[in-house]
């Protein structure tokens, strides 16, 4: 089995990248399931039920999340009823929606999908390490297939999650911090791990953001209201080979394409 997973989508550049490439990946490559991270698929920040769904029509089979989730209207409501779009789920638990989901690949194998927050400074309600465990072991009864997207600033925080989770899932993958890390591996229990797997999106940019606005914040301290850059588009993931039978990972690959 082959699983995509896509870098944080920032805003509409990097849903025309998603939209132009991935139907030819899917093709090329021999993908059977597509995981996006799509928290900031909304003009740079946040998602919207409306963009959601477009993702899912484009060809991703299940959306991760992350700190942002809420920055949109109508989100709420979407995530309640919502099986392929999941947000952290270390967030409060009286909060709508869902830490984990189960989609089916291209051939109906299901495929565990499970999205955490790191805590250096994105201070979830609660720590990742007090619900992975549980998360894990609910979706493991489902399918031994499981990918882990730890959403978080800290290097440190993604490795050990990695190295906790070593041989009783398929991968975890980082995501948030928008720059693709060097350090895909495969471990020794058999779990695939990368410390970021990038953006999706324009980078010509600070991070997706129009690099003089992102400056002068910096600079000045002064509130800044950011925009979308546009310039330097590409595709950023990981294809993780796995054995549906066992969900032992073989292989992990980073994706960098330019758009268009």
């Known amino acids: 089995m082959k699983i995509l997973f896509v870098g944080d989508i920032v ?27 799509g928290e900031n698929v909304a003009d740079g920040i946040g998602i919207t039920p409306r963009l959601a769904d ?28 919502s099986t392929q779009v999941v947000r952290p789920a270390n967030l409060s638990a009286t909060t709508p929606g869902r830490g984990l989901a189960i989609v089916e690949s291209a051939d109906g194998t299901p495929v565990a999908v499970v999205n955490v927050l790191g805590s250096l400074w994105l201070e ?29 600033e800290a290097t440190s925080e993604k490795i050990a999650l990695s190295t906790w989770l070593d041989g009783r899932v398929t991968a975890v993958v980082g995501t948030h911090t928008h720059v693709q890390t060097s350090d895909g591996r495969v471990l020794a229990g058999g779990t695939a791990a990368i410390t970021d797997v990038g953006m999706t999106g324009p980078h010509d940019s600070v991070l997706g953001v129009v690099s003089e606005l992102a400056i002068r914040r910096m600079r000045t301290g002064m509130p800044v209201r ?5 310039g330097g588009v590409r595709l950023e993931g990981a294809v993780i080979t796995c054995d549906p039978e066992t969900g032992r990972a073989t292989a992990i690959e980073a994706v960098r394409l330019p758009w268009p």
């Not at 490439?21 to 993908?31: F, K, Q, V, Y």
């Not at 894990?136 to 990918?147: D, F, G, I, L």
Request: hydrophobic share 45%; net charge negative.
């Open 124 to 152: 979830p309600a609660g720590s990742m390490w007090e619900v992975i465990d549980g998360l894990v072991e609910e979706a493991r009864r489902s399918t031994p297939v499981v990918v882990v997207d730890v959403h978080a």
């Open 226 to 230: 950011f925009e979308t850059a546009s």
């Open 11 to 37: 805003g509409r550049p990097g849903r025309d990248a998603l939209e132009g490439l991935l139907p030819g990946l899917r093709a090329e490559l021999g993908i059977d399931v597509c995981i996006a991270n």
């Open 54 to 81: 477009h993702l899912l029509r484009s060809g991703v089979d299940a959306i991760t999340l992350g700190n942002h989730t809420w920055r949109r209207d109508g989100i709420a409501d979407y995530l309640a009823s």
